[in-house]
T-cell receptor, first 114, second 114 residues
Framework: GENVEQHPSTLSVQEGDSAVIKCTYS??????FPWYKQELGKRPQLIID?????GEKKDQRIAVTLNKTAKHFSLHITETQPEDSAVYFC?????????????FGQGTTLQVKP | GAGVSQSPSNKVTEKGKDVELRCDPI?????LYWYRQSLGQGLEFLIY????????KSGLPSDRFSAERTGGSVSTLTIQRTQQEDSAVYLC????????????FGPGTRLTVT
């Protein structure tokens, strides 16, 4: 089955700097890669996702890149702000397969220092 | 429309008692997950329902845990003979298995076993 590894487990950056979180996956059939943000005491919420037919997707200050050959994908946050502080989870799945289970990484705690 | 709802929001129970946690997914969502999240930890997969397929129970930590999904909608997670290590937030999530794959999380049930 799919296995997703996420690094680093914690990341501290200065406000305005960029943050990068990386994930690797094992199942080459996976074709959908979402990123979730979980603020303290709240539920995880989708912030961006990418499908395997594209290599990069941007939404304002956040972007995700996908390297299918190397089976890794990354979240990039530019011009970080204190409100970006949260736990970020990557995930991988093949949603329409018989085992279309979403497999999450272990999470990265991002702290943005003002 | 209404999101994923869970009840109760908080549950305190004595060790050895049974508890039932309820999840109401978004109407029309055919896939439903249960996760467990201990304090400061990641999302531990418990069980996955997809349409009429047999549920994927591979994440259930022991035979004290069980779940059912009646009529393809509401799901109940039951923990028998609760132990202190069962204390955690139990999150439910649902998504549509065609079209958009965003997984929507409920607010969670915080279970405390004393």
């Amino acid at each position: 089955g799919e296995n997703v590894e996420q690094h680093p487990s914690t990341l501290s950056v200065q406000e305005g700097d960029s943050a990068v979180i990386k994930c690797t996956y094992s199942d080459s059939a996976s074709n959908y890669f979402p990123w979730y943000k979980q603020e303290l005491g709240k539920r995880p919420q989708l912030i961006i996702d990418i499908r395997s037919n594209v290599g990069e997707k941007k939404d304002q200050r956040i972007a995700v890149t996908l390297n299918k050959t190397a089976k890794h994908f990354s979240l990039h946050i530019t011009e970080t702000q204190p409100e970006d502080s949260a736990v970020y989870f990557c995930a991988a799945t093949h949603p329409t397969s018989n085992t279309g289970k979403l497999i999450f990484g272990q999470g990265t705690t991002l702290q943005v220092k003002p | 429309g209404a999101g994923v709802s869970q009840s109760p929001s908080n549950k305190v129970t004595e060790k050895g008692k049974d508890v039932e946690l309820r999840c109401d997914p978004i109407s029309g969502h055919t896939a439903l997950y249960w996760y467990r999240q201990s304090l400061g930890q990641g999302l531990e997969f418990l069980i996955y329902f997809q349409g009429n397929s047999a549920p994927d129970k591979s994440g259930l930590p022991s035979d004290r845990f069980s779940a059912e999904r009646t009529g393809g909608s509401v799901s109940t997670l039951t923990i028998q003979r609760t132990q202190q290590e069962d204390s955690a937030v139990y999150l439910c999530a649902s998504y549509q298995t065609s079209g958009f794959y965003e997984q929507y999380f409920g607010p969670g049930t915080r279970l405390t076993v004393t």
